[in-house]
């Protein structure tokens, strides 16, 4: 099967935007991803899934935890920034959450610890074990078919 076929048929599965982020010596690195879902409730686990060719795939390993930041429909311009997709001006400001960096402004921000790591083909899926959470009350960003989208009201 064609590599574009796959991908466009992937594409049509609408998501949120989630921006991981990791800190090794001192030095947080954050890679944009849609490939996040929830995993289990007890214990509480999430997944991610990372690109054998990402920068993060060894901070990942080295830091041995991360955390996940949906974002919000305001934050299109992180998501790019975060994809490699627009040069970054400005130095992106995080905050912690039980000893994780996060962005201020997302939807949600979830704290974890890596308490597995699955290589599948050129992924590995790194199991998270959630240590912390904190909510917003925002609008979030969509990606839908390689384009970003809000959320329209009935
Ligand atoms: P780089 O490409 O080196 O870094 C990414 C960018 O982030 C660079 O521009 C860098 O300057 C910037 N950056 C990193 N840290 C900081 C910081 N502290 N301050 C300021 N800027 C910083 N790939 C996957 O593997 N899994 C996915 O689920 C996934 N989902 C995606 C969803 C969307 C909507 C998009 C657009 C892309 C997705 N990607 C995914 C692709 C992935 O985001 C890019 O390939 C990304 O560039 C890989 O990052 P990297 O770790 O290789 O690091």
Redesign the pocket.
């Known amino acids: 099967m064609d590599d574009r076929h796959f991908r466009n048929a992937m594409g049509k599965f609408a998501t949120g ?1 989630t921006v991981v982020a990791v800190e090794v010596e001192g ?10 879902m929830s995993v289990s409730l007890s214990p509480k686990l999430v997944v ?4 054998e ?5 060894e ?1 990942m390993n080295q830091s041995g935890k991360f955390s996940v930041n949906i974002l919000s429909r305001s934050q299109q311009e992180l ?10 001006q400005q ?2 400001k ?1 905050e912690r959450l039980s000893g994780v960096p996060v962005l201020a402004g997302a939807v949600a921000q979830i704290a974890c610890e890596i308490s597995a790591a699955h290589v599948e083909g050129d ?1 590995t899926l790194f199991i998270g074990r959630v240590t912390d959470i904190h909510i917003e009350d925002f609008e979030p960003l969509i ?1 839908f078919s390689g384009k970003y989208r809000a959320l329209a009201e009935e």
């Open positions: 935007v030095s947080v690195h954050g890679m944009t991803a849609n490939a996040f991610v899934s990372i690109s060719r990402a920068q993060m795939l901070k998501s790019m920034i975060f994809a490699g997709q627009q040069k970054n130095e992106v995080f992924h990606y």
